[in-house]
Structures are given as structure tokens and as C-alpha cells.
């Protein structure tokens, strides 16, 4: 393999337990249910790419992205502003080249003001005057999008395609007030 094709693919390594002990499940792509090769997760390695990991099979619940590392702790490390203490599907972040474009709207099915961005944006109240986002469409690139102004509180990972209504993907009650494009520096 040359070194530009390992550089776009991604490479993480789940353990059952901390200090990267126990059974391990070692994963390059997609994973929707990992509970059929570890009974929990408590620590994983990071040796290439970017992940999104989720709490729940089929990418559901809170979302916690990972870049290249080591996380020997992670109810330690989830306790920074996540609420749960397991691993149980992952989602590995395509390397995207080229620029980056997602339109945001302050109400669903694309209503309300809306803006057009192209690059990170640490407080949409304080750019754009807007003081919530409930949908967006993701034209170019990967995006995370966060509930508080500068890249903080919950996440949620965005790839390109339509999103009508945050509310009907299970985050109601959740505000974003801070968006980052993910770029290839993970």
C-alpha cells in the first residue's frame, strides 16, 4: 500500500478493558453493532483517520469523534461533557479533498434565515445573527456540529446530503451553535 492510499483509509482498535487490555476488535470501515465482537469498550487507539463513535448500535445516541491517538480511559475521557461509558458502533470519516460548503437554516424543512458556509464557524448568533440552526444541507465535505458556541457540548457528525428536521434524527431539544469542517489533519 503507498503511503497517500494509507493516509485516506482509517484504522481503529476497540479493547474491553482500560490501558488497552482484553479483547480487542481492530476496525477500518463502518460498524453498526459492535456487541458481537466486544462485550464493552473501555479503551481503543486511533492509528489513522478520523472516526465518529456512537452509544448505541446503528449509529444512534451521543456521538464522540476520534482522531488519530490513544484513549486508555474511555469513561475518563467521556466524562469530559459525554454522558455515556460505552462504545457500540462506529462510523469512520471519509478523507475529503476540495473545498467545503453546508447551508444552514434556522428553522426545519430549510426555514428561516439561512447562510451559506464554507468554513468553520465558532458562534452562528454571533456571525450570522442567528440564534439556532434546525436543519442544513451538506454540499461539500464532512461536518461537526456542535450544541454550544465554540466547538462545545454535544455533537453531531454531518456528511453531505439533505437534513429537513434535527428533531426527527433524534436530537430534539438540541441546539447547534458552533460548526467544524473535518479536515484531512486528523
Known sequence: MTPTNRNMMGKIT???????QGRSYECMS??????????????????????MVYERNNYMGQ???MRRGEYNDMQGMMSMG??????????MIPYHRGQFRMKIYERENYGGQSNE?????????????????QSCNVMDGHWLMYEQAHYK?????????????????GMSGM????????????
Open 14 to 20: 476497540f479493547y474491553e478493558e482500560k490501558n488497552f
Open 30 to 51: 463502518d460498524c453498526s453493532d459492535m456487541s458481537s465482537y466486544l462485550s464493552r469498550c473501555q479503551s481503543c487507539r486511533v492509528e489513522s483517520g478520523c472516526f
Open 63 to 65: 456521538q464522540f469523534f
Open 82 to 91: 459525554m454522558m455515556f461509558d460505552n462504545i457500540r458502533s462506529c462510523r
Open 117 to 133: 458556509m464554507m468554513d468553520d464557524c465558532d458562534n452562528i448568533q454571533d456571525r450570522y445573527r442567528m440564534s439556532d440552526c
Open 153 to 169: 457540548g454535544r455533537m453531531m457528525y454531518m456528511r453531505p446530503g439533505e437534513y429537513r428536521s434535527f428533531r426527527d434524527m
Open 175 to 186: 441546539r447547534f451553535m458552533s460548526m467544524r469542517r473535518v479536515t484531512d489533519m486528523c
